[in-house]
Each structure stands twice: as C-alpha cells, then as structure tokens.
C-alpha cells in the first residue's frame, strides 16, 4: 500500500480535476492505496512524512512555494509533476514575459474598474512563474493541460507496480486523421477569418497548429473539435525547446509565406505552456 | 490580541488562508481570508491575439473552464460584433449546462457533503469523500462518479477537452453535433435528471430531517443580509448562459436590472493591501467595508445568489424545487450561507433538465455553426459560472489584437461575502478562548458554501503549511501552538 501525496501549487485545479475524471480506475486505486494528503479533498493540514508518491500539480510562484517543494522531495521516494504547469510553467507562465512590478501597478492603480490608491504589499512573490523542476529534481512528468486521465491511469499504476513508465514517443500530428499532402498555403490564416476544410492538414492550410512540436499521445482532440492543437503537452520526447521545434516543423510554410512572420507576435503562441523553460526565457533571465 | 491560523484551508479549488484575532477575554475580533497571489493574466493577455484568449483564459480556472471559454468567446462575438448561428447558441449553452453538471456534482459530495453525511465535527481524517462513501456505500458512489463523468462527456463531446475546450470561435463554435452524438448527450441528461432528483432527495433525509443541521443553517452565525445578483432570462428566471444582469436587494426586490455591456456603470472593484485579490461592490451603493445591509454594495453571486436574484427557474421541476426550498426556509431572499448547497442541488436539477431541452431541440444537430465576423473593436461577454457571474471585457486593436482585458470573477465578487461569513461563524462560535478542530472546521464551512475557486492563489508565507493554531500574546510573542489534525 504506497502512500500518495496530491498536492496544487501555482496552477489552477484543472488537473486534480482531471484526475478525477479517471472515475471508477481512481475508485481502484485509491482503495489500493492510501491518500495521505490532499487539501482539495482531504482535511489533513500537515505535509506527512515516508511519502512513496508526491502528485504535484501548478509551478512555483512565492517563497513558500518554494519551501514546500523542496519539503516534498526531502520527503518522497518519487516526484510527478503533474500537468503543464507543474512541467514546464504552462500558461502562467506567460506572465514571465511582462515585468513583475509593471504588473502590479497595471493592476491594482491604473485599471477601468478598479478604486485607485491600494497596492497589495506585504506578500512575497516571485518574479517569475516556474515550473518545479527549476527548484527540485523532477522524476516524472505527466503532460498536458489537463493531462489526459489515461497518462495519469498509466503512470501510477506503473509506478505503484514497481513499473518504469515509458514516454510517448510521438507528436501530437500521427494521432490526427487530418489529410496532410506536403503543399502550404502562402498566408498564416486566422481560425475566426474563415473555416478550415475538416479534413485537411490545419498547418497546410495556414493554421497555426502547434500538432507537429508537441508530444502524442492525446489523441489529437483539439484538431479534431475543428481548432488548432494549442501545444498543451509541450515538445516532444528528447525535444529542449519547443517553439525551436515548431520553427522547424514550419520551414515548409515559412518559406513560402508572402507576409512577415512576427515573432513577437507568435512567441506566445510558439511557448503557450513552455515560455518558462525555454531558451530564450533563460537568456532573458541571465540579463536581468 | 491571540492570532488563530487556518493554514492551508482545505476541501476547495486553489488556496487561502484564514487568519482569526481574539481579544483579551478570547473572543472574535476579526477574521481575514487571505489570497496571496497575483498571477497577472488580465495583463500578459495584451498583445496576444484574439482568438487565442478562449484558449488563455480557461487557464485561470481549472474548475471553471467552460464558463471562462464561453465567456471569452462571447466577448469576442461582441468585439467583433457577430451574433454567433442559432445552432452555437444551443450548443454552447448545452456545454455550459455539461459542465453545471460535472461542477456541482464535485462540489456537492466531494466538498460539501463531508460536512454532513460524516459531520462537522467528526474527526477530520474521515471527513472527507472516503468518509462520505463509506457512510452511503458504492453504490451511490458509483452513481456520483457516473454522473459527474456524464456532465464531462458531455462537455466533451464537442468542445475536444472536458476541462479545457477548444471549440468556441466568435460567431459560433467549431465542431456541430451528429444524431449518435447528439443521442447519447440526450440519454446521459435524462440520466442527470434522475441523479439530481435523488440528490435533491439525499439532502432532504441527510440534512433536513437533522434538526441539528436546520438549527445550523438558520443559525445567526451563517445569516448576511447583501444583494444578490445572477443572469436572468425575459421571464426574471435563472439562466447561465445569456441574459440580462439583475441585481436584487435584502428585500429581495429588484434594485437594478442591465444589459452586459453596462456592467462598469454598477459593478466596481475595492482594494486592500493584505490580498491579492479584489472585492467587487455596486458602484450606486458603495463600498462600505466588510458590512451587509441596503447601505454596503457587497452582493452574492453563485448558486443562492443567482436564486435569490431570480423569481424561479424555467425548467419544470427545478420550478417546484426552487418554490419549496423558500418555502421551507421562510420566503425569498434567503440570507443563510449554508442554504448555498440545497440551492446549488436546485441548479443541479435546472442544468440537467434544461440539457435535456436543448439536446432534444430539433435545432441541435444544426449545420449553421458559424457567422461571419465583422471588424474588430471593443466587447463585453457574461455567462453564469457554477460559483456566480462572470465577466470577460476585451479592447481589440484594428488588426484583432488584445489592447485591454477586464475580468471580473465570480469569487471576486463573492469575496467580500467570504471574509464576512468567516468572521461572524467565528465570532458565533469561538467564545472565552475555546477553540477546537471541531468550531474551526464549521468557521471553514462557512467559506466552503460558497465553493470558491481561488484559482489564482496559492500559500503565502514562507515556512511550513502545517494546521497549527499559533497563539500569540499582546506583544505578538507564541504562547501555545496547537497542532491540528
């Protein structure tokens, strides 16, 4: 009987939610074992000592943050970082691209809506948003924003079967039916201008669909609902860099784009989840 | 002055923590909920593009994604001034009304239900879900899990992700439904309706057959007389997916009743240096502090707001549940905090009812999924989320890309709400310095009726989170740790 450790840093529930959704597999599981703590779900207040299996979801944000996951590693056999956030920052991560005091100011004294005068002051944050690996060493990661309830399925019954779980070794693009014949379009398009044929490649047709960068495994649904792959379990195994990796995958299109690429338009879009463990985020902290 | 801290508070979506202060002879002075982190989005949002904020935002909150995804994209109907097709209508409110479904079900017998079914003083390591299935047994576990999965799928169906769906576009969605599709949503609604009305029915012999509980609920400790507020349809009845904006007073008459884009004219935000997070209040009334009353603009959004905001619901038998509910509780508004739960099973029977009018709606399977946009400019978006109204407001530049993002969320608004239920639980029920795991508990009952999501938060101060209670003396020096838990 392991004794599992599920725990939401800075991030937003999504994925304890979707740890839920495993439904009747979850039932087994937690019979099988035992949850010790859990603060979503269970009233315990204090870390517990002997943890064989620390679930982490959301990055780090503050100081305190901070110390509970370096208490969490002290005191677990094996770390998952659960989800985008916990992985690789995720989406809140984006805020790393805006300076941390600026923020505060747009925020609180210069807002439609919002009374002036007050700055909240005495709470610590951190610059930046990160995810966990920047403080602790990661033995695991389950992608995905949420991650898919089978990853999670399949991970911990690995684990708490003395099992190494495997990666997935493919991109987002060989779990999609779309029709793909190696010929681009001549213009990005953008998903509310027009409608894409449903069958087609949505990066041959112009849409900007992060498929061919991001790690399989998910069963392409967003592709599949009619809209582009958002790029929500990061880049693909052995891959550093995602946004690098979708620059590359889209050689084809670039080459014969008639308009100009803005990079700092599409930043946010190349790094959806991955801004804060990305080369040039790293660049751009060794400046500070 | 002794400090009693309730570190992390738990049995919620995201973090906080409560901080109690007593005076010499041990009673309530004041309790502070605090949420200690700012993650920015309404600022990193700018620059990005239009479309890409349906996808942003549901990141703010993983329990509430739907609503923000709706939210955005209605918004983005606005600003780019398109109506979206009659079919994405439906299919949207449909989702909304998936995702009712999966969120009040996780809220009601993950979150609340320990509180009762096990007690609110049981010892803490079985007040919790295993606690509540152990005392009902597996098969009314398995039916709460099955339906929960029935509001995600449903939700799924269409939008690609339960919890984070890609489908909404302005001027329409997507993805349409298929007849098998559209056949199995229908068939996991109706199932709704019957788990709804049963649920209606457990909380009827678990709570409201326990007079202790009656005497709970009614107790002065819960009661705060505020406005309420919610989305209503052209018959006053609760809607969460379109509407107008009706606020009503502690009367329970309407105090002011307007379209979304208005919304700046009554709605406002209050700082205060020991949060992150902001407190919304009418702007007609004012910001009075943390007091209730028809003098302080404090209002109640989320389940028992939207009721009391309402004068019923426009599905049939939701209709008669809401009607007996104020009857049994003494006529409308309802000013008890812990009356949150049975109006939220209320919803829950309205959601499923109403999922099963949409998805036998001849129009559902509709091939109209999108209208054409026009130019960009400037929109307001409001749907209902599980835990109160929220508001998206984008300013788009002429090439579709985001200049200026408000938010308004439903936690926000309830926050004000929050911090003064706490403090009077606390007051009501910490007296002379007897102050047990028990009485602390029922101070978080107080907050966990709300079902707040503070997804935006997390712990604050440095060192260990443990359940402690820190007594300290007039000179701020620890006199007695209490452990908890």
């Known amino acids: 009987m392991a004794r599992i450790l599920l725990i939401g840093l800075a991030g937003d529930s999504g994925c304890q939610v979707a740890a839920l959704g495993l439904h009747e597999a979850l039932v087994d599981i937690l019979v099988a074992n035992e949850l010790i703590y859990a603060p979503t779900l269970l009233d315990t207040k204090e870390i517990p000592d002997d943890i064989d299996v620390a679930i982490v979801e959301g990055g780090i944000r503050n100081t305190h943050e901070e110390e509970i996951i370096k208490e969490i590693r002290e005191k677990a056999k094996i770390v998952i970082a659960l989800g985008a956030c916990a992985a690789f920052g995720g989406i809140p991560g984006l805020a790393n691209l805006r300076h941390g005091k600026e923020l505060m100011n747009e925020i609180y004294n210069n807002h439609r809506g919002t009374d002036r005068g007050t700055i909240p002051t005495h709470l610590e944050s951190l610059p930046e948003q990160h995810p966990i690996k920047h403080f602790v060493k990661v033995d695991y990661i389950i992608p995905g924003c949420p991650p898919e309830v089978t990853d999670i399925a399949y991970t911990l019954t690995s684990l708490l079967s003395g099992n190494e779980p495997e990666y997935n070794r493919t991109q987002v693009c060989e779990d999609c039916p779309r029709e793909r014949l190696g010929e681009y379009e001549t213009s990005l398009k953008r998903i509310h201008e027009e409608i894409p044929d449903p069958d087609r490649c949505l990066l041959e047709q112009g849409y900007f669909c992060m498929g061919p960068a991001t790690m399989g495994g998910c069963g392409a649904p967003c592709p599949q609902s009619g809209n582009t792959c958002e790029g929500c379990r990061g880049s693909c195994l052995d891959v550093d860099d995602q946004g690098m990796a979708m620059i590359d995958a889209m050689t084809g299109l670039l080459t014969q784009l008639k308009d100009e690429f803005d990079l700092n338009l599409y930043s946010a879009m190349l790094y959806r989840f991955t801004y804060a463990e990305s080369v040039i985020s790293e660049l751009a902290r060794r400046k500070k | ?485």
């Open chain 2, 1 to 485: 002055m002794k400090i009693v801290t309730i570190d992390p508070i738990t049995r919620l979506e995201g973090h906080g923590k409560i901080e109690i202060f007593l005076n010499e002879d041990g009673n309530v002075e004041n309790a502070y909920l605090q949420i200690p982190e700012l993650r920015g989005f309404e600022r990193f949002c700018e620059g990005r593009k239009a479309e890409d904020m349906p996808i942003i935002t549901p990141r703010i909150c993983g329990v509430c994604p739907v609503a923000h995804h709706l939210a955005s994209t209605k918004t983005l109907d606005a600003a780019y001034g398109v109506e979206p097709t009659e079919t994405a209508s439906k299919l949207r409110e449909l989702m909304n009304c998936g995702y009712f479904i999966y969120d009040h079900t996780l809220h009601f017998y993950f979150l609340a239900a320990p509180d009762f079914v096990v007690g609110p003083d049981a010892p803490p390591s079985e007040r919790n879900i295993f606690g509540v299935l152990k005392k009902v047994g597996l098969d009314v576990g398995r039916e709460v899990i099955k339906h929960r999965a029935y509001g995600q799928r449903i939700t799924e169906t269409f939008g690609g992700k339960a919890t984070h769906p890609t489908c909404g576009v302005p001027g329409g969605i997507s993805k349409g439904l298929n007849e098998e599709e559209r056949q199995s949503i229908e068939d996991m609604a109706r199932s709704s309706v019957e788990f709804a009305k049963f649920s209606l029915g457990f909380f009827n012999d678990v709570v409201l057959s326990n007079q202790d509980y009656v005497d709970l609920i009614l107790s002065d400790s819960y009661q705060l007389k505020t406005y309420n507020m919610g989305l209503v349809d052209d018959n006053n009845h609760v809607n969460f997916y379109g509407g107008d904006i009706r606020v009503t007073d502690q009367q329970g008459k309407e105090y002011v009743k307007f379209v979304e884009q208005d919304y700046l004219d009554h709605v406002c935000e209050h700082v205060e240096p020991w949060t992150y997070s902001k407190f919304t209040y009418l702007k007609d009334v004012g910001w009075d502090g943390f007091t209730d009353g028809p003098r302080s603009g404090v209002f109640r959004v989320g389940p028992l707001g939207r009721l009391n905001a309402a004068d019923g619901m426009a599905t049939p038998q939701a209709a008669e549940e809401y009607k007996r509910m104020y009857k049994t509780l003494g006529g409308r508004p309802i000013q008890s905090t812990l009356a949150f739960h049975w109006a939220r099973l209320v919803e829950l029977l309205y959601a499923a009812e109403r999922a099963v009018e949409l998805a036998t709606d001849p129009g559902i399977t509709g091939t109209d999924l999108r209208n054409p946009v026009g130019e960009p400019g400037e929109g307001v978006g409001v749907v209902e989320a599980a835990r109160g109204t929220l508001i998206h407001h984008y300013k788009l530049d002429q090439e579709g890309i985001i200049k200026k993002v408000n938010l308004v969320v439903a936690t926000t608004m309830n926050y004000a709400d929050i911090c003064m239920s706490i403090r009077d639980a606390a007051k009501g029920l910490i007296k002379n310095n007897n102050v047990n795991e028990g009485l602390l508990n029922m101070v978080e009952m107080a907050f966990r009726a709300y079902d707040p999501c503070f997804g935006c938060s997390t712990h604050t101060l440095p060192g260990k989170a443990p359940l402690k209670v820190n007594i300290y003396d007039d000179k701020k020096r620890l006199v007695e740790t209490v452990q908890r838990g």
